[in-house]
């Protein structure tokens, strides 16, 4: 069946890297745009990254600059590298399949902590 | 990149309908025929339960309805169940390959 799993969250200090994965498996992954949203703690869902199918890529404004999208379509992998890490980016992450803009399918997410 | 607004809170008791409404701009919402709604209890993934404002995925009961009129888009669910007790969520393209979510509406079903 089709699934992404998530990996790679943790704990960081402010200013602070961390690489998120997600692997895909049971569908066609290079014929799918894919997403990254996250719910930080009592929040609501944010959209915060984009890819297309050729790896065009997108950010909200919240992440730009600081955050990098990136697929690896033989791996069947999808990737967020975050860097400069702030208290405000504590959340957990969630990959998505984008689907004409709908996400069909999600991961069970992986958790960030930005914290000294 | 303001997020769409929803109502805090919906309600209605087992049996009876409840519209909850998800307010953008023309840049969103009223630009795009492409919003979605998600249904989220806490502690599960979000379930996509409407795409391209009036589409149900397969296996979605046909009680989940969706419509958009201008810059505000609607979810309906008609004959409440307890178990549609949850957060929702819409969500529209907004140009660029970018995405926004609204706010966010918690049903209760009394």
């Known amino acids: 069946q089709m699934q992404l799993v998530e990996s790679g969250g943790g704990l960081v200090e402010p200013g602070g890297s961390l690489r998120l994965s997600c692997a895909a498996s049971?569908?066609?992954?290079?014929?799918?745009?894919m997403s990254w949203i996250r719910q930080a703690p009592g929040k609501g869902l944010e959209w915060i990254s984009d890819?297309?199918?050729?790896?065009?890529?997108s950010y909200a404004d919240s992440v730009k600059g600081r955050f990098t999208i990136s697929r690896d379509n033989a791996k069947n992998s999808l990737y967020l590298q975050m860097n400069s890490l702030r208290a405000d980016d504590t959340a957990l992450y969630y990959c998505?399949?984008?689907?004409?803009?709908?996400?069909?399918?999600w991961g069970q997410g992986t958790t960030v902590t930005v914290s000294s | 990149q303001s997020a769409l607004t929803q109502p805090p809170s919906a309600s209605g008791s087992p049996g009876q309908s409840v519209a909850i409404s998800c307010t953008g701009t023309?840049?969103?919402?009223?630009?795009?025929?492409?919003v979605s709604w998600y249904q989220h209890h806490p502690g599960t993934v979000p379930k996509l339960m409407i795409s391209?404002?009036?589409k149900r995925p397969s296996g979605v009961p046909d009680r989940f309805s969706g419509s958009k009129s201008g810059n505000t888009a609607s979810l309906t669910v008609s004959g409440l169940q307890a178990e549609d007790e949850a957060d929702y969520y819409c969500?529209?393209?907004?140009?660029?390959?970018?995405?926004?979510f609204g706010t966010g509406t918690k049903v209760t079903v009394l």
């Open positions: 998505a399949r984008n689907n004409n803009y709908g996400m069909d399918v």
């Open positions: 049971g569908f066609p992954f290079s014929g799918y745009y």
């Open positions: 890819i297309s199918t050729s790896s065009y890529t």
């Open positions: 023309s840049s969103d919402v009223g630009g795009y025929n492409y």
């Open positions: 391209e404002v009036n």
């Open positions: 969500s529209s393209y907004a140009g660029s390959n970018r995405i926004v």
